[in-house]
């Protein structure tokens, strides 16, 4: 007999053998199952029980025991009665392994390259990275997903003839990815036309639990938010959630060393441009004089009415055009002294030195009720204070709707080079708002006060505004609203108990002046300053009318 039969007929009867032991080994292998089962259970139960249990779960057990060892035919009942038990619950046979789940990788990353093939497969390539029955490992370079399965980091490759330098072209790039990746965050693309690669980073967001407070900057520095670490050459400390934690701040510099010496802020409604007017506001004040006006007319500045340091805060297009009229010529009286000064080789006067801030939120309300009444447009007034503005310190911040953009005057938009961004916004309205384009595609829904903001030339940055309230907004949070009026000049009586210190008499006459020696009057010093109540009762006089 030839040796593979031998084999084939050993096999064979292995197999019967087997079979047949597996079947006279049927009753024993569901018993044990089923003692394994009892035993797991008993063992997770006696973990579950706590420690001042154990020792009465013991000596109960223990006494059941005694009692069926006790009983006639006990013992024997018993274990028949835990190999029924056994039998029972052991006659499932053994679950089948749960097939392994699919990996995230495999599945988004097929989505997404067959989502760009049709934009970046050429019809005349004959050797095509992107083709529908290709695979994303031929293109996609790295890739990270966070801990929720979110695709956090992506580096692919793109063909040559693709057009990256096409606004257009991009846009449908960054759209397609954004839209397989998730709309809920931002997405800086970081373009490598050399290489023709494309970098995706999913950016952290900013934290929105910062209030506008005091912050650690010099005299003409303006804090307008916060940004990313690699958005900022400095970090400074801030209150946030009751404790000081180090932020990377965006900086605009003003004065008359300052190479972008105005700002225009743009926004989409409801997303903090008035709240943008009202820190900038809180942060000059200290060091600077306000005339505030607000084109909406909503009275979102009314916390700043008679405020030391507020010459001003118009809401009528009258009282507006009045303001902006006194404001070209103080800063042309500005010049000229300055002028004479420089001349005369004499300090200038410190009511020349003083900056001026002229904040001016939603003018084009007000141009639009100007050319239906036939008055002059209160844009054109300020012609003067933007050009010269510098160098008579006088700083113009204006705010407005993102869709009034076309209803702004040339000489703001090109007068004003900081530059920020409020609320989502498309592609080319970024690049329309803030002159630049954005490497950043903006989240689907972003909270109030984020956007985006340019200093000169550098390049777009992230931004989140400090949250800034109107302290008369009973809905506003109570925490925040004291953070507001913590930080004007004196307390307010409608919101605030008036202050316990008494005001000192006023002289009813003046004081005398001897006609024959002529005296000097000295200027009062710093303690003498200090004393003054700047109360609402009494308010403080103005060194030059409005009007």
């Known amino acids: 007999m030839p040796l593979n039969l031998h084999l084939s007929k050993g096999r064979d009867l292995a197999r019967t053998a087997g079979d047949h032991a597996s079947d006279m080994f049927a009753p024993l292998t569901v018993i044990g199952r089923g003692l394994r089962h009892h035993s797991g259970w008993a063992k997770a139960r006696w973990q579950a029980t706590p420690k001042e249990r154990r020792g009465p779960t013991v000596f109960l057990v223990a006494a059941m025991g005694l009692g069926i060892y006790l009983l006639p035919h006990g013992l024997l009942f018993a274990l028949i009665a835990l190999m029924a038990s056994a039998a029972w619950v052991g006659r499932a046979p053994k679950a089948a392994p749960a097939a392994p789940e699919p990996d995230v990788a495999d599945i988004k990353l097929t989505a997404l390259y067959a989502a760009l093939t049709p934009y970046l497969a050429?019809?005349?390539?004959?050797?095509?990275?992107?083709?529908?029955?290709?695979?994303?490992?031929?293109?996609?370079?790295?890739?990270?997903?966070?801990?929720?399965?979110?695709?956090?980091?992506?580096?692919?490759?793109?063909?040559?003839?693709?057009?990256?330098?096409?606004?257009?072209?991009?846009?449908?790039?960054?759209?397609?990815?954004?839209?397989?990746?998730?709309?809920?965050?931002?997405?800086?693309?970081?373009?490598?036309?050399?290489?023709?690669?494309?970098?995706?980073?999913?950016?952290?967001?900013?934290?929105?639990?910062?209030?506008?407070?005091?912050f650690v900057t010099a005299p003409g520095e303006i804090v307008l938010g916060f940004t990313d670490e690699d958005g900022s050459a400095r970090t400074i400390p801030v209150g946030q959630g009751g404790a000081v934690t180090q932020q990377p701040p965006v900086v605009w510099r003003t004065g008359p060393r300052s190479a972008e010496p105005h700002l225009l802020a743009l926004g989409t409604a409801g997303y903090g441009t008035s709240s943008l007017i009202r820190s900038i506001a809180l942060q000059a004040l200290p060091f600077a004089d306000l005339v505030v006006i607000d084109g909406a007319g909503t009275g979102e500045h009314a916390c700043l009415v008679n405020r030391p340091g507020v010459h001003t805060v118009e809401t009528s297009l009258h009282g507006a055009l009045a303001a902006l009229e006194w404001a070209a010529q103080e800063t042309e009286r500005r010049?000229?002294?300055?002028?004479?000064?420089?001349h005369a080789g004499i300090a200038p006067p410190e009511d020349v030195t003083r900056p001026l801030w002229l904040l001016l939120d939603h003018p084009t309300e007000l141009s639009e009720l100007a050319h239906a009444e036939g008055r002059p447009d209160p844009q054109d007034l300020l012609e003067l204070p933007l050009r010269h503005g510098r160098a008579a310190r006088v700083t113009v911040v204006i705010a407005d709707d993102v869709e009034a953009r076309d209803r702004i005057t040339p000489t703001v938009r090109a007068t004003t080079r900081a530059r920020v961004l409020l609320g989502p916004t498309g592609p080319e309205e970024g690049h329309a708002a803030l002159g630049a384009p954005l490497d950043i595609v903006p989240a689907a829904h972003a909270p109030a006060g984020r956007g985006y903001a340019r200093i000169g030339n550098s390049g777009p940055v992230r931004l989140q505004v400090p949250a800034t309230v109107d302290p008369l907004d009973e809905e506003a949070p109570a925490s925040l609203r004291d953070a507001v009026i913590a930080l004007l000049p004196h307390r307010d009586t409608r919101t605030e108990a008036a202050a316990p210190t008494e005001v000192p008499p006023r002289p009813v006459v003046p004081p005398a002046v001897m006609p024959v020696v002529p005296i000097v009057p000295a200027e009062p010093s710093a303690e003498g300053r200090s004393g003054v109540d700047l109360g609402k009762e009494h308010p403080a006089l103005r060194f030059r009318p409005l009007a």
């Open 122 to 214: 050429g019809p005349e390539d004959l050797n095509p990275l992107y083709r529908h029955e290709g695979s994303y490992k031929d293109v996609f370079r790295s890739w990270e997903f966070d801990g929720e399965g979110r695709l956090s980091r992506l580096e692919l490759a793109y063909p040559a003839y693709f057009t990256d330098t096409e606004p257009a072209a991009r846009a449908r790039i960054e759209q397609v990815v954004q839209g397989k990746a998730g709309r809920a965050r931002e997405y800086r693309f970081d373009w490598d036309e050399e290489s023709n690669k494309l970098r995706i980073a999913a950016l952290a967001p900013l934290p929105t639990d910062i209030a506008v407070q005091r």
């Open 335 to 342: 010049l000229t002294a300055l002028n004479a000064s420089r």
